[in-house]
């Protein structure tokens, strides 16, 4: 760990610089064969750095009560220089985050990301997709415009809806008997602060929980297994810069189609900003149709889905539909102990496997998709098939993952 | 064995090739002392599959050491590797290689520029702080003369007045009194000999200086010809907002930028 | 294989978008896709929205030296004629001397066409209809029972619903059908301008910052390339 400088040297002496440097970079050892989907984890941290610095400048120029928050970002808008660029460099990173999210974890559930030794990575992941989804919902509210403010009503009548405690805890959430500027000001503090250090520090988690074990493949190969004489693993490559500079032109394809977005598509369609939203919040007025933004869609849908309670435990069909949308968020958290199988790829998993992402996968689009609609009798039909068929896979993985016919892992990459 | 079609060719003790439905390529599989080593060879050509698995075998008898146990899912504990040197499959080009380096320094550097540019543009002064620090029209036609008005323009009082002809001819007289005479301003300090322009804030600590127009021995000064005094520390300015000697105020008061348009008094950028 | 589902699933966003086409209590809108890069389009609604409008709606999220720069406006005409209130700065807030909150509910237009969509805008405006019951003698197929007046009438003529339900003409306006169409495509522009006047600036410019990204993956992609 010596260095030949004598400044790095100094330095070390007293933080360890390069010694990190190189465990985490020059010197860390990763497959040297993998695809485009294990790029999304650095593009994800590329959005994370995007949103926090855009937030910051918003920050400079937003106002968090109610009285002056919706102006505040039409002032964003016109009277600061850039601050439309800003802002929609915003709103469309929080819809980048949710997209390569939503991917990033697929690869994990492909390829078997979460099998041992590697669990606290993913917990560590499920729990940075909670928090993002809670950084969402709080940002969303901020703008206090029509969808802001309804959507808001109908996420904490959710809480109300928790027999027992249900009214009061809504009311200390709310910070008033109603959704009112009480409640803005203390999510902007959430959304600015509480979230965003809780997010770094699962992010820092989850980085050193993986260097410590070692990123996988698509193939579910241990690339540990053999190594040349230097002690390099014969089917590994430094990370950095082998694979870091992987990461550049991919950051550049992104930006291509984020910046297209933000330029000639920002509210992507009425998707990534809601149309109502573009009129202050009006507790007088409910809008039509009350939507989530796109990223929530699958799981509002699954929360529409449950239309029935259980009378005789005093369940509600609202409090029942809550606790089976948590359920499904939950329920990521286990499947490191769900998975039973022998294999960790799904290339070389059995059939079973592969019908049960594909179902997953297509029942989670469906949601997607009919949480965006108003419902109906098809609609909430399909939902609930799809809300089947979206737990079904995890319900029953513990079966079939043992017991299905799987191929010979190679050894090498 | 695995997958429906898989062929499986003997060729050595412990050494055979084999197909794969998933895969084009011929892959070896290695039996040595009963641990089983298998990959992919890489290649349709059947000899050719015979001369990589030959050294692929010795490769693993040779250099190859397993570090630890066989089970997959046994934890591994990473160990750093000693040797970073590159794995050229071709030979390095060193001048492409340096100048895609500096190539890619400079795009990655216009890039932060860039990004930097609307960041940075963004604190600039808004639409709004703009619009409030406008620029104040005053119509001098209501101010008698002797009269001082009192305009806010960016947050600050300033000073108007319509000076006399008496003060006009008072103001010279006055040279040796104040401390920095600024004759090269004109006897008003302005374009216009009829009107003085300075900002109400007193040039030692900021207080609001007071007019005091008369000419008429005052208790701060016996040959009061007219002009500010201000009460917080005892600060004299003349008619012309210049500072006397001797006073806690250290310069003149300020006069702000302005224009004259006919009856109106522009303070201000146009 | 996944790359094109990853695809598929991301350009599909953009060919749809949210919300069916339906216009209010109407089947379909009449399609209309506002630009803001034709000044003399802009600059024909503001002549319009001045004349019909601005008597009981206020644009107040917009500034009168804003929509001077943005529609190179030349001083005199928009103190004297747009202004034409010694009162008001051009750093002003365009609210026509009205009240912030409309005593006859007339809501503020400056977002209008962010919530409602162009299409319903562009749409509402022709149609309304002659309607003796309503109280102001008129009423509209894309919001029935709208509180608002047929106030281009004079532009426009009367029309009246057949047996059909359908939309014909009675009488003639100023205009005849496609010169009132024009008069509407303007105004609908020109709401749109106010709605997001960062518009023309933000449509302009990003085919270079796109640009600029193409180069600079193909840079990063050759560096890639000399470690693979």
Same mark, same amino acid.
């Given at each position: ?95 980048? /985050?949710?997209?390569?999210?939503? /991917? ?18 993913? #917990? ?44 009061? #805890? ?88 984020? /910046? ?13 900003? &809601?149309?109502?939203?573009?009129? &202050? ?56 102990? +769900? ?27 469906? #949601?997607?998709? +009919? ?32 017991? &299905? ?9 | ?270 | ?37 034709? @000044? ?22 917009? @500034?009168?030296?804003?929509? !001077?720069?943005?529609?190179?406006? =030349? ?27 409309? =005593?006859?509910?007339? =809501? ?21 209809? !002659? ?24 532009? !426009? ?11 014909? !003409? ?6 005849? =059908? ?6 509407? @495509? ?43």
């Amino acid at each position: 760990m010596a260095s030949k400088n004598s400044l790095m040297s100094w330095i070390d002496r007293r933080l360890p610089v390069t010694e990190n440097l190189e465990r985490h970079l020059t010197k860390h050892p990763v497959p040297s064969k993998v695809n485009f989907f294990y790029l999304f984890g650095a593009l994800l941290m590329v959005v994370f750095m995007i949103q926090v610095i855009t937030g910051i400048w918003l920050m400079m120029f937003y106002t968090n009560t109610e009285e002056g928050a919706f102006a505040s970002v039409e002032y964003i808008m016109r009277d600061v220089e850039y601050g439309w660029l800003m802002r929609y460099m915003h709103s469309t990173g929080a819809s980048a /985050f949710f997209f390569l999210m939503y /991917f990033h974890m697929f690869r994990g559930l492909l390829y078997g990301s979460y099998q041992k030794p590697k669990e606290l990575v993913w #917990l560590f992941g499920c729990f940075l997709l909670f928090l993002l989804m809670a950084e969402g919902f709080l940002g969303y509210v901020l703008p206090w415009g029509q969808m802001s403010y309804w959507a808001a009503n109908v996420i904490l009548s959710l809480f109300g809806a928790i027999p027992f405690i249900g009214e009061s #805890l809504q009311v200390w959430i709310q910070g008033d008997y109603v959704l009112s500027g009480a409640t803005l000001s203390r999510f902007f503090a959430l959304h600015v602060v509480v979230v965003p250090l809780l997010m770094i520090a699962l992010v820092v988690f989850h980085i050193f929980a993986l260097h410590e074990v070692g990123a996988g493949n698509p193939e579910g190969v241990d690339i540990e297994k053999y190594r040349d004489k230097t002690g390099m693993p014969l089917d590994g490559k430094p990370f950095h810069p082998y694979k870091t500079f992987g990461a550049l032109p991919a950051i550049g394809v992104f930006f291509i189609v984020f /910046f297209a977005i933000v330029y000639y598509a920002p509210t992507g369609g009425g998707y990534f900003i &809601e149309k109502p939203n573009f009129e &202050e919040a009006n507790f007088l007025k409910t809008p039509e149709h009350i939507a989530p933004v796109w990223y929530y869609a699958p799981f509002y849908s699954i929360l529409r889905a449950v239309t029935f309670g259980i009378p005789f435990l005093g369940i509600t069909s609202k409090f029942l539909g809550f606790i089976i949308f948590a359920a499904s968020i939950a329920i990521l958290f286990i499947v490191p102990w +769900l998975d039973r199988s022998k294999v960790q790829s799904i290339r070389y998993k059995g059939i079973f496997s592969k019908i049960a992402m594909i179902m997953f996968a297509t029942s989670f689009i469906t #949601l997607g998709y +009919l949480g965006t609609k108003p419902v109906n009798e098809i609609r909430t039909l399909i939902a609930q098939i799809c809300t089947i068929f979206y737990f079904l896979p995890f319900i029953l993985m513990p079966i079939y993952t043992k017991y &299905e016919k799987t191929l010979e892992v190679p050894d090498r990459l | 064995m695995q997958g429906k079609k898989a062929k499986h060719i003997h060729i050595s003790e412990g050494m055979s090739l084999y197909t794969r439905d998933r895969s084009p390529f011929y892959w070896g599989y290695i039996n040595i002392d009963g641990e089983v080593f298998k990959k992919s060879l890489k290649t349709e050509d059947k000899d050719e599959a015979i001369k990589l698995l030959t050294l692929w075998k010795d490769e693993i008898l040779g250099e190859g050491k397993k570090v630890l146990s066989q089970k997959i899912n046994m934890p591994v504990k990473k160990t750093l590797i000693s040797n970073t040197k590159p794995f050229p499959k071709e030979k390095i080009n060193a001048t492409r290689r340096k100048a895609l380096q500096i190539t890619s320094s400079v795009v990655g550097a216009v890039t932060v520029a860039g990004f930097a540019v609307p960041f940075l543009s963004a604190w600039q002064p808004s639409e709004r702080a703009k619009a409030l620090g406008a620029s104040v029209k005053y119509d001098l036609s209501k101010l008698e003369p002797g009269a001082m008005a009192v305009v806010e323009w960016r947050r600050t009082p300033i000073f108007i007045v319509h000076q006399t002809s008496e003060a006009i001819k008072n103001l010279p007289s006055l040279n040796q009194k104040v401390a920095n005479p600024a004759l090269e301003e004109g006897v008003s300090r302005t374009t216009n000999d009829k009107f003085s322009v300075v900002k109400g804030v007193c040039t030692h600590l900021s207080c609001a200086p007071k007019y005091h127009p008369e000419i008429e021995p005052k208790a701060w000064d016996e040959e009061w010809k007219g002009g500010f005094f201000c009460p917080c520390h005892g600060s004299k300015f003349d008619l012309a907002g210049r500072v006397y000697k001797n006073v806690p105020a250290p310069t003149n008061l300020e006069v702000p930028p302005h224009s004259f348009e006919g009856d109106t008094l522009i303070i201000g950028e146009a | 294989m996944k790359k094109l589902i990853f695809l598929a699933f991301f350009i599909s966003f953009f060919g749809y978008s949210a919300g069916e086409n339906k216009c209010g209590e109407l089947e379909k809108c009449f399609s209309f896709d506002s630009s803001v890069h034709d @000044r003399d389009s802009l600059q024909r609604g503001l002549g319009i929205y001045k004349n019909y409008c601005s008597s009981c709606h206020t644009l107040r999220y917009l @500034r009168w030296n804003r929509l !001077q720069r943005d529609l190179d406006i =030349p001083e005199t005409v928009l103190i004297d004629d747009l202004i034409s209130n010694e009162n008001i700065k051009t750093s002003d807030f365009v609210t026509f001397g009205l009240p912030e909150i409309s =005593p006859i509910g007339a =809501p503020d237009l400056t977002l209008r066409t962010r919530v409602r969509g162009d299409d319903w805008i562009y749409t509402y405006l022709q149609t309304f209809y !002659q309607d003796t019951s309503q109280a102001t003698g008129s009423n509209n197929l894309v919001y029935p029972g709208t509180a608002m007046a047929h106030v281009l009438i004079g532009l !426009q003529g009367t029309q009246e619903l057949d047996s059909n339900g359908k939309l014909i !003409q009675l009488s003639k306006g100023a205009l005849d =059908p496609e010169e009132f169409d024009s008069a509407m @495509r303007d105004l609908v522009n020109f709401l749109a301008y106010a709605s997001e006047p960062a518009r023309i600036e933000r449509e302009r410019n990003g085919i270079y910052v796109i640009l600029f990204f193409v180069v600079f993956t193909a840079v990063m992609w050759l560096l890639y390339r000399e470690y693979k």
